[in-house]
């Protein structure tokens, strides 16, 4: 295998099948938040921890006393900006016998040190795999759920990529009383807060839609990630800005909404990704975002009425 994918092992005096039955428990030193059988071959089950981490892995190996690899299906992080990093990878556990002990290697194959999640995952793995695992395979008791110190430090990682995205993209947040699907209702209804002409569906999928603002602003977008109550993100595949030299300054960028539950109300995250100070539209374009965000898709939110046209009389967006 690999050096670069992260790799732990530890030597017990437990049997094979001892070590077997342990790794397939994973409620038992991983998290209790598993759902689906962890023992069957070709078996789904999904792991979440809060709005941190959420993951589904299906079993493609289940030998008993020797190896368990889990596919990861799908992954969702947080505090990265590549939210999907784990998946298509693969954990392995590879169980042998050397002399009078037995001998666990673990693996995961796709997580290697260019990862954003790296250093955070590698230790979380560490700590699971060398301290619950081993644990639970010598006491009978492994500690689950996650280790507070590692989920710490994923937030501080989510924080310092938000002071980041402030210093490079254009980015402005708003608060709501609402829910969280109700926040992500509204964005997914951009005829109802963007002011200007929309073609095409906004709530699906890859789908593509088209914005308009007559003689000014043209730009078409496919919905490339869509997770209720959790994320939207528009990549913008075309642009034209009428008063700019460069004309297609969006062309290539990403407009991304994320939405998290702050106590008893929902924040939204708003980040134009590619908006930036050198640009010459960003101080008309981070004006009308400002506007927009801030004054037309709140009040969406918390009225439920679609707002007025910003722009009806207005020579630039």
Not at 141 to 169: S, T, W
Not at 270 to 288: I, K, M, N, R
Request: net charge negative.
């Amino acid at each position: 295998m690999n050096g670069q994918h992260y790799t732990a092992m530890f030597a017990v005096d437990q049997t094979p099948d001892q070590v077997f039955a342990a790794v397939t428990n994973p409620r038992g030193w991983w998290s209790e938040q598993i759902h689906g059988p962890t023992d069957q071959l070709g078996a789904e089950f999904t792991y979440h921890y809060r709005d941190v981490h959420r993951a589904r892995f299906k079993i493609t190996e289940l030998v008993p006393g020797k190896k368990v690899v889990w596919h990861v299906v799908e992954n969702y992080f947080d505090f990265v900006a590549d939210k999907s990093e784990w998946t298509d990878t693969d954990v392995v556990f590879e169980i042998n016998e050397q002399g009078d002990k037995t001998e666990l290697r673990f693996t995961h194959i796709g997580l290697v040190p260019a990862y954003e999640c790296y250093n955070v995952c590698s230790d979380a793995w560490g700590s699971y795999v060398k301290g619950s695992l081993r644990s639970l395979i010598t006491t009978g008791k492994g500690q689950p759920n996650p280790i507070e110190e590692i989920v710490a430090r994923a937030e501080d990682l989510k924080r310092l990529d938000r002071e980041h995205e402030r210093r490079l993209n254009y980015t402005t947040s708003i608060t709501v009383d609402q829910s969280p699907d109700a926040a992500f209702a509204a964005i997914t209804n951009p005829r109802g807060w963007w002011s200007g002409e929309i073609d095409g569906p906004a709530d699906t999928l890859g789908a593509e839609f088209t914005y308009r603002v007559a003689g000014v602003h043209y730009c078409k977008m496919r919905v490339i990630e869509l997770v209720p109550g959790k994320t939207v993100v528009w990549q913008v595949l075309d642009s034209d800005i009428s008063y700019t030299k460069v004309r297609h300054e969006w062309d290539d960028t990403k407009i991304r909404f994320d939405i998290s539950k702050q106590a008893d109300q929902t924040e939204i995250h708003f980040t134009h990704v590619g908006l930036v100070p050198q640009d010459e539209c960003y101080e008309s374009c981070s004006d009308a975002w400002g506007a927009l965000v801030r004054g037309n898709l709140r009040n969406l939110i918390l009225t439920g009425e679609a707002q007025p046209n910003l722009f009806a009389t207005s020579a630039t967006d």
